[in-house]
């Protein structure tokens, strides 16, 4: 089907203000009588709290309020599990929680008196390691985590905090059938998702009592029902308001220091902003699991795989709060099957408590873990059975009616295309220089689901209004919206206008995350459009003769009265059959002097929808890929002992505009997706994959394999010493 | 301690009694209202902060205002001329050179000063000097696109 609209390479035009500075995110909202909060944190991992002196800094000049946990109701927050304190109260659990919090006249002013604050502390004993966190007689970081709202019910060890299962079949008997059975263990490094704006927020009380918030928040009706239950106020009383926000990538949905302001705007009488610092939000943001991951797969004497068995266990480090499933788990922790059909699965994914910061969604949650330890897995399974690791994925790729380890059945399965494209594209089968390597891994996408209102309506001018409540966190969904708007209803994309609205206006939404609003406001969008042509229609058709503009039609319907506009709310509750393939190759060199890996090239094949604007489809594929990049070779926030050592963006290495490479991007159009027009989803499709196909290139290039992320140049620089000296292989392998 | 600067911002003159510990940034965002310069990691790494300090690029967030005292800054809110967007504002907008814009008035201010010195460089001309301007959205493919546009659009 040809589009007018749909599908041109349109720029980013509902972002003009981005580029004049004139968009105003939460940070820069001011009101009359602004003051700034600040918190005090925890200087130590595990520890009583004896003692709180405010007073030296209840009497600095310009100071309006300092509020301890006494001062506040006994509540705890979260998004899905509640177990998190407002403010400490008796015992922090991470460096980094906070313990009092200020209100003074500038923010210069507050961190004089958090400084001012004196706290006595008792250590306890803590742990770091999620390994040894769920030992027996490891220190227990909460007397009775079950006892927590929302809190899942099973429970090995107090410091776990969920159990997320997947099963297929019968893994023992599964394992029994292999002839060949491999083992491997990886770990993956705790990673900020490096918006650049940190969480901001403001709380303001008006004058009939309503609770004004502005924040950088995705989910603003979600944040409603969160704000009346932290503050104890009936959702009503409560108006989100929406901002562009700087970046979310995931990490953007809690509540954050949101009930500090409204309890110090309470204290204060004045409206309170509240800006983490950057060192506040790598210390206590809510950053990318680290994860322990083992493998073991059994595979046939054809190099089918027959069973496999996945065991994670995510630091989710001191509270759980931040995480939004109903598990309280990570659902990426369902990648362990990968690509593959795997007729024998079991995956078990552990939650754990330690005193490290707690950890949060991250763009693809919990799948760059897990992608990086199955696909580098997989090749190392291919090279002892000396196969190309292309063709191992080849036999052992998903194909229409396979079934996903969450029970879902998949339909226009495009795994072996996409594969074979990404090989094409990047000379998979080419002769390579020394010390030059490819490597390929594979992952695959949901579309994302939700609900969505949208709302449109005819202006007596002739134009359209489409109103939504969706955050602008920077994909430009917007455009995409406008564009499905003018699509249906035949009009020029600058003849419709997008109104983004308050939780007032609409009665809830499931707000921007999990790959979902090209589909669910997408389709929102389309079925508002629709009813608005049909009653275009109704309405030109009344008035007899031919209507000679919308205006007129418009104009007309005003005079008697009614205004033609239409309202759809989309509901998607479960994902579909579809899902979206992705395959890339990375080609490295790697110094031998240095260990240094330095990517030359990289290829990402992408099997998608309707692309709605390519531009932006595009723009998540480079950035999502430079973000996996990151992830690959430098991004790690550090901890020694639960103290974060990369207390700078700077430490924390992210990718630079030096640090990019050649990128060759390959996609399959297959319009069968559940979105409007037929798109699927791309939000996600590039970032989980970069990882392992790096470390399967370094693999090739040099044969040190790095087991743990970020692969820097010591790693390999040391794999290749060690190499040198033992060239017996070290990788765990056992015959059943 | 406080002292009365006078700073021409955008072209205007402005006199500021500022704290002697404001930073360039906070003054800018806090005491004259222009919020377009942003604060990202707040330690001179990120560039969401950049201006012009006398047509020379700076990070406002690790500069004192009182540093600034009698001196020129432009600002992204400086940029556009009557109304009509820079030719490297409309090239970020076309090639889809920024994705949520929280790091755009840094990336812009410093692509201007970028054109301004070199009017038509190189990939790597551009990457050397954009260097100290993070982007976490864009992956900065579209970035390098967009200041590729902006030169062939100025060039006369």
């Given amino acids: 089907m040809a589009h007018r609209v749909v599908g041109k390479p349109i720029g980013r035009l509902d972002g003009i203000e981005k580029v004049s500075g004139e968009a105003r995110y939460s940070g820069d909202v001011t009101l009359p009588g602004l003051v700034w909060g600040k918190t005090l944190r925890s200087p130590l991992p595990h520890a009583r709290i004896l003692r709180i002196d405010t007073s030296r800094a209840k009497a600095l000049a310009g100071v309006l309020a300092v509020l301890t946990a006494q001062d506040l109701p006994n509540i705890l927050v979260g998004r899905r599990m509640f177990d998190m304190p407002l403010l400490a109260r008796d015992r922090v659990r991470f460096i980094g929680e906070r313990v009092a919090a200020v209100a003074a006249l500038d923010p210069d002013i507050a961190e004089e008196a958090l400084a001012l604050i004196d706290v006595e502390y008792e250590d306890l004993p803590a742990v770091f390691d999620p390994v040894e966190a769920i030992k027996v007689g490891a220190p227990v970081l909460h007397d009775d985590p079950g006892a927590y709202e929302g809190a899942p019910p099973e429970r090995p060890h107090p410091n776990v905090q969920s159990v997320l299962r997947f099963k297929l079949g019968d893994v023992e008997a599964g394992f029994r059938e292999a002839d060949r059975v491999f083992e491997h263990t990886f770990r993956t490094q705790l990673a900020h998702q490096g918006y650049l704006e940190p969480h901001a927020g403001v709380v303001a009380i008006d004058e009939d009592g309503r609770v004004q918030v502005w924040a950088s928040n995705k989910m603003p009706f979600r944040l409603k029902e969160l704000l009346s239950l932290a503050l104890q106020l009936p959702p009503a009383q409560i108006r989100v308001n929406l901002t562009p926000i700087g970046g979310d990538f995931g990490g953007k949905g809690s509540v954050m220091d949101l009930p500090l302001a409204y309890h110090l705007a309470r204290a204060t009488g004045r409206p309170v902003k509240m800006i983490m610092r950057y060192t506040e939000e790598l210390m206590a943001g809510n950053p990318r699991h680290p994860a322990v991951i083992t493998l073991r797969t059994g595979v046939d004497k054809d190099g089918r795989i027959v069973a496999r068995r996945v065991r994670a266990l995510f630091n989710s480090g001191a509270y759980a709060a931040f995480k939004p499933a109903p598990s309280v788990n990570l659902g990426g922790a369902g990648m362990g099957a990968g690509v593959y059909r795997i007729p024998h699965l079991l995956i078990e994914s552990f939650c754990v408590y330690s005193n490290n910061i707690p950890c949060g969604h991250a763009r693809s949650p919990g799948e760059p873990q897990m992608v990086f330890a199955g696909e580098s897995h997989m090749d190392m399974i291919a090279r002892e059975l000396s196969l190309d690791p292309a063709e191992l994925r080849r036999r052992n790729l998903l194909r229409d009616g396979d079934v996903l380890a969450n029970g879902h059945h998949l339909e226009h399965v495009r795994a072996g295309d996409t594969l074979e494209a990404a090989l094409k594209a990047s000379n998979w089968s080419e002769p390579k220089g020394p010390w030059i390597g490819r490597g390929a891994a594979m992952t695959h996408r949901h579309i994302g689901v939700g609900f969505t209102n949208a709302r449109v309506r005819l202006e007596t001018d002739g134009t359209v209004t489409l109103s939504v409540a969706l955050p602008d966190t920077g994909t430009g969904a917007h455009l995409v919206l406008r564009q499905v708007v003018a699509e249906v209803l035949g009009l020029p994309l600058d003849e419709v206008e997008i109104e983004v609205v308050t939780t007032d206006d609409f009665t809830t939404d499931s707000g921007v995350g999990g790959s979902r609003v090209t589909h669910t406001g997408g389709r929102a969008a389309y079925h508002a459009a629709e009813n608005l042509r049909e009653q275009i229609g109704a309405e030109a058709a009344r008035l007899g003769a031919p209507a000679t503009s919308l205006a007129a039609i418009a104009q007309a319907a005003a005079r008697a009265g009614r205004t033609l506009e239409a309202t759809h709310f989309y509901d998607a509750k479960a994902h579909g059959t579809v899902t979206s393939f992705t395959a890339q190759v990375a080609e490295v060199s790697v110094d031998p002097q240095t260990g240094q890996v330095t990517v030359r090239r990289f290829t990402t094949a992408h099997d998608v929808g309707t692309i709605i604007n390519p531009i932006g489809h595009q723009g998540q594929i480079e950035g999502g890929f430079v973000q996996g990049l990151g992830y690959a070779l430098m991004e790690e926030v550090k901890t020694e002992d639960g103290r974060i050592s990369t207390l700078s963006l700077g430490d924390v290495k992210l990718p630079t505009i030096q640090d990019i490479p050649p990128l060759t991007t390959v996609i399959l159009e297959d319009p069968v997706g559940p979105g409007p027009f037929n798109a699927k989803a791309i939000g996600e499709g590039s970032i989980s994959a970069v990882a392992p196909a790096i470390a399967n290139a370094v693999a090739d290039a040099c044969g040190a394999r790095i087991l743990d992320l970020p692969i820097t140049a010591e790693k390999v620089y040391f794999a290749l010493r060690a190499k040198a000296k033992a060239p017996a292989p070290s990788l765990k392998e056992r015959r059943s | ?156």
């Avoid at chain 2, 969401?48 to 406002?60: E, Y």
């Avoid at chain 2, 540093?67 to 907008?93: I, S």
Wanted: charged residues 20%.
């Fill in chain 2, 1 to 156: 301690m406080t002292r009365v600067i006078r700073l021409t911002v955008n072209g205007t003159s402005h006199d500021v009694e500022v704290p002697t510990y404001r930073t360039l940034l906070d003054c800018l965002r806090y005491d004259l209202g222009l919020t377009g310069s942003k604060e990202g990691c707040g330690v001179g790494v990120c560039g969401a902060c950049t201006v012009l300090l006398d047509g020379k690029m700076i990070s406002s967030c690790i500069a004192l205002a009182v540093f600034a005292d009698g001196r020129a800054v432009t600002t992204v809110e400086g940029l556009a001329e009557d109304e009509r967007l820079h030719p490297v504002q409309q090239a970020f907008v076309d090639s889809g050179g920024f994705q949520c814009g929280i790091c755009t008035p840094g990336q812009v201010v410093s692509a201007k000063a970028l054109l301004d010195a070199i009017p038509n460089p190189s990939d790597a001309e551009t990457r050397e000097w954009m260097l100290g301007n993070l982007c976490r959205c864009t992956g900065y493919y579209k970035i390098i696109e967009s200041i590729r546009a902006a030169a062939q659009r100025s060039r006369p």
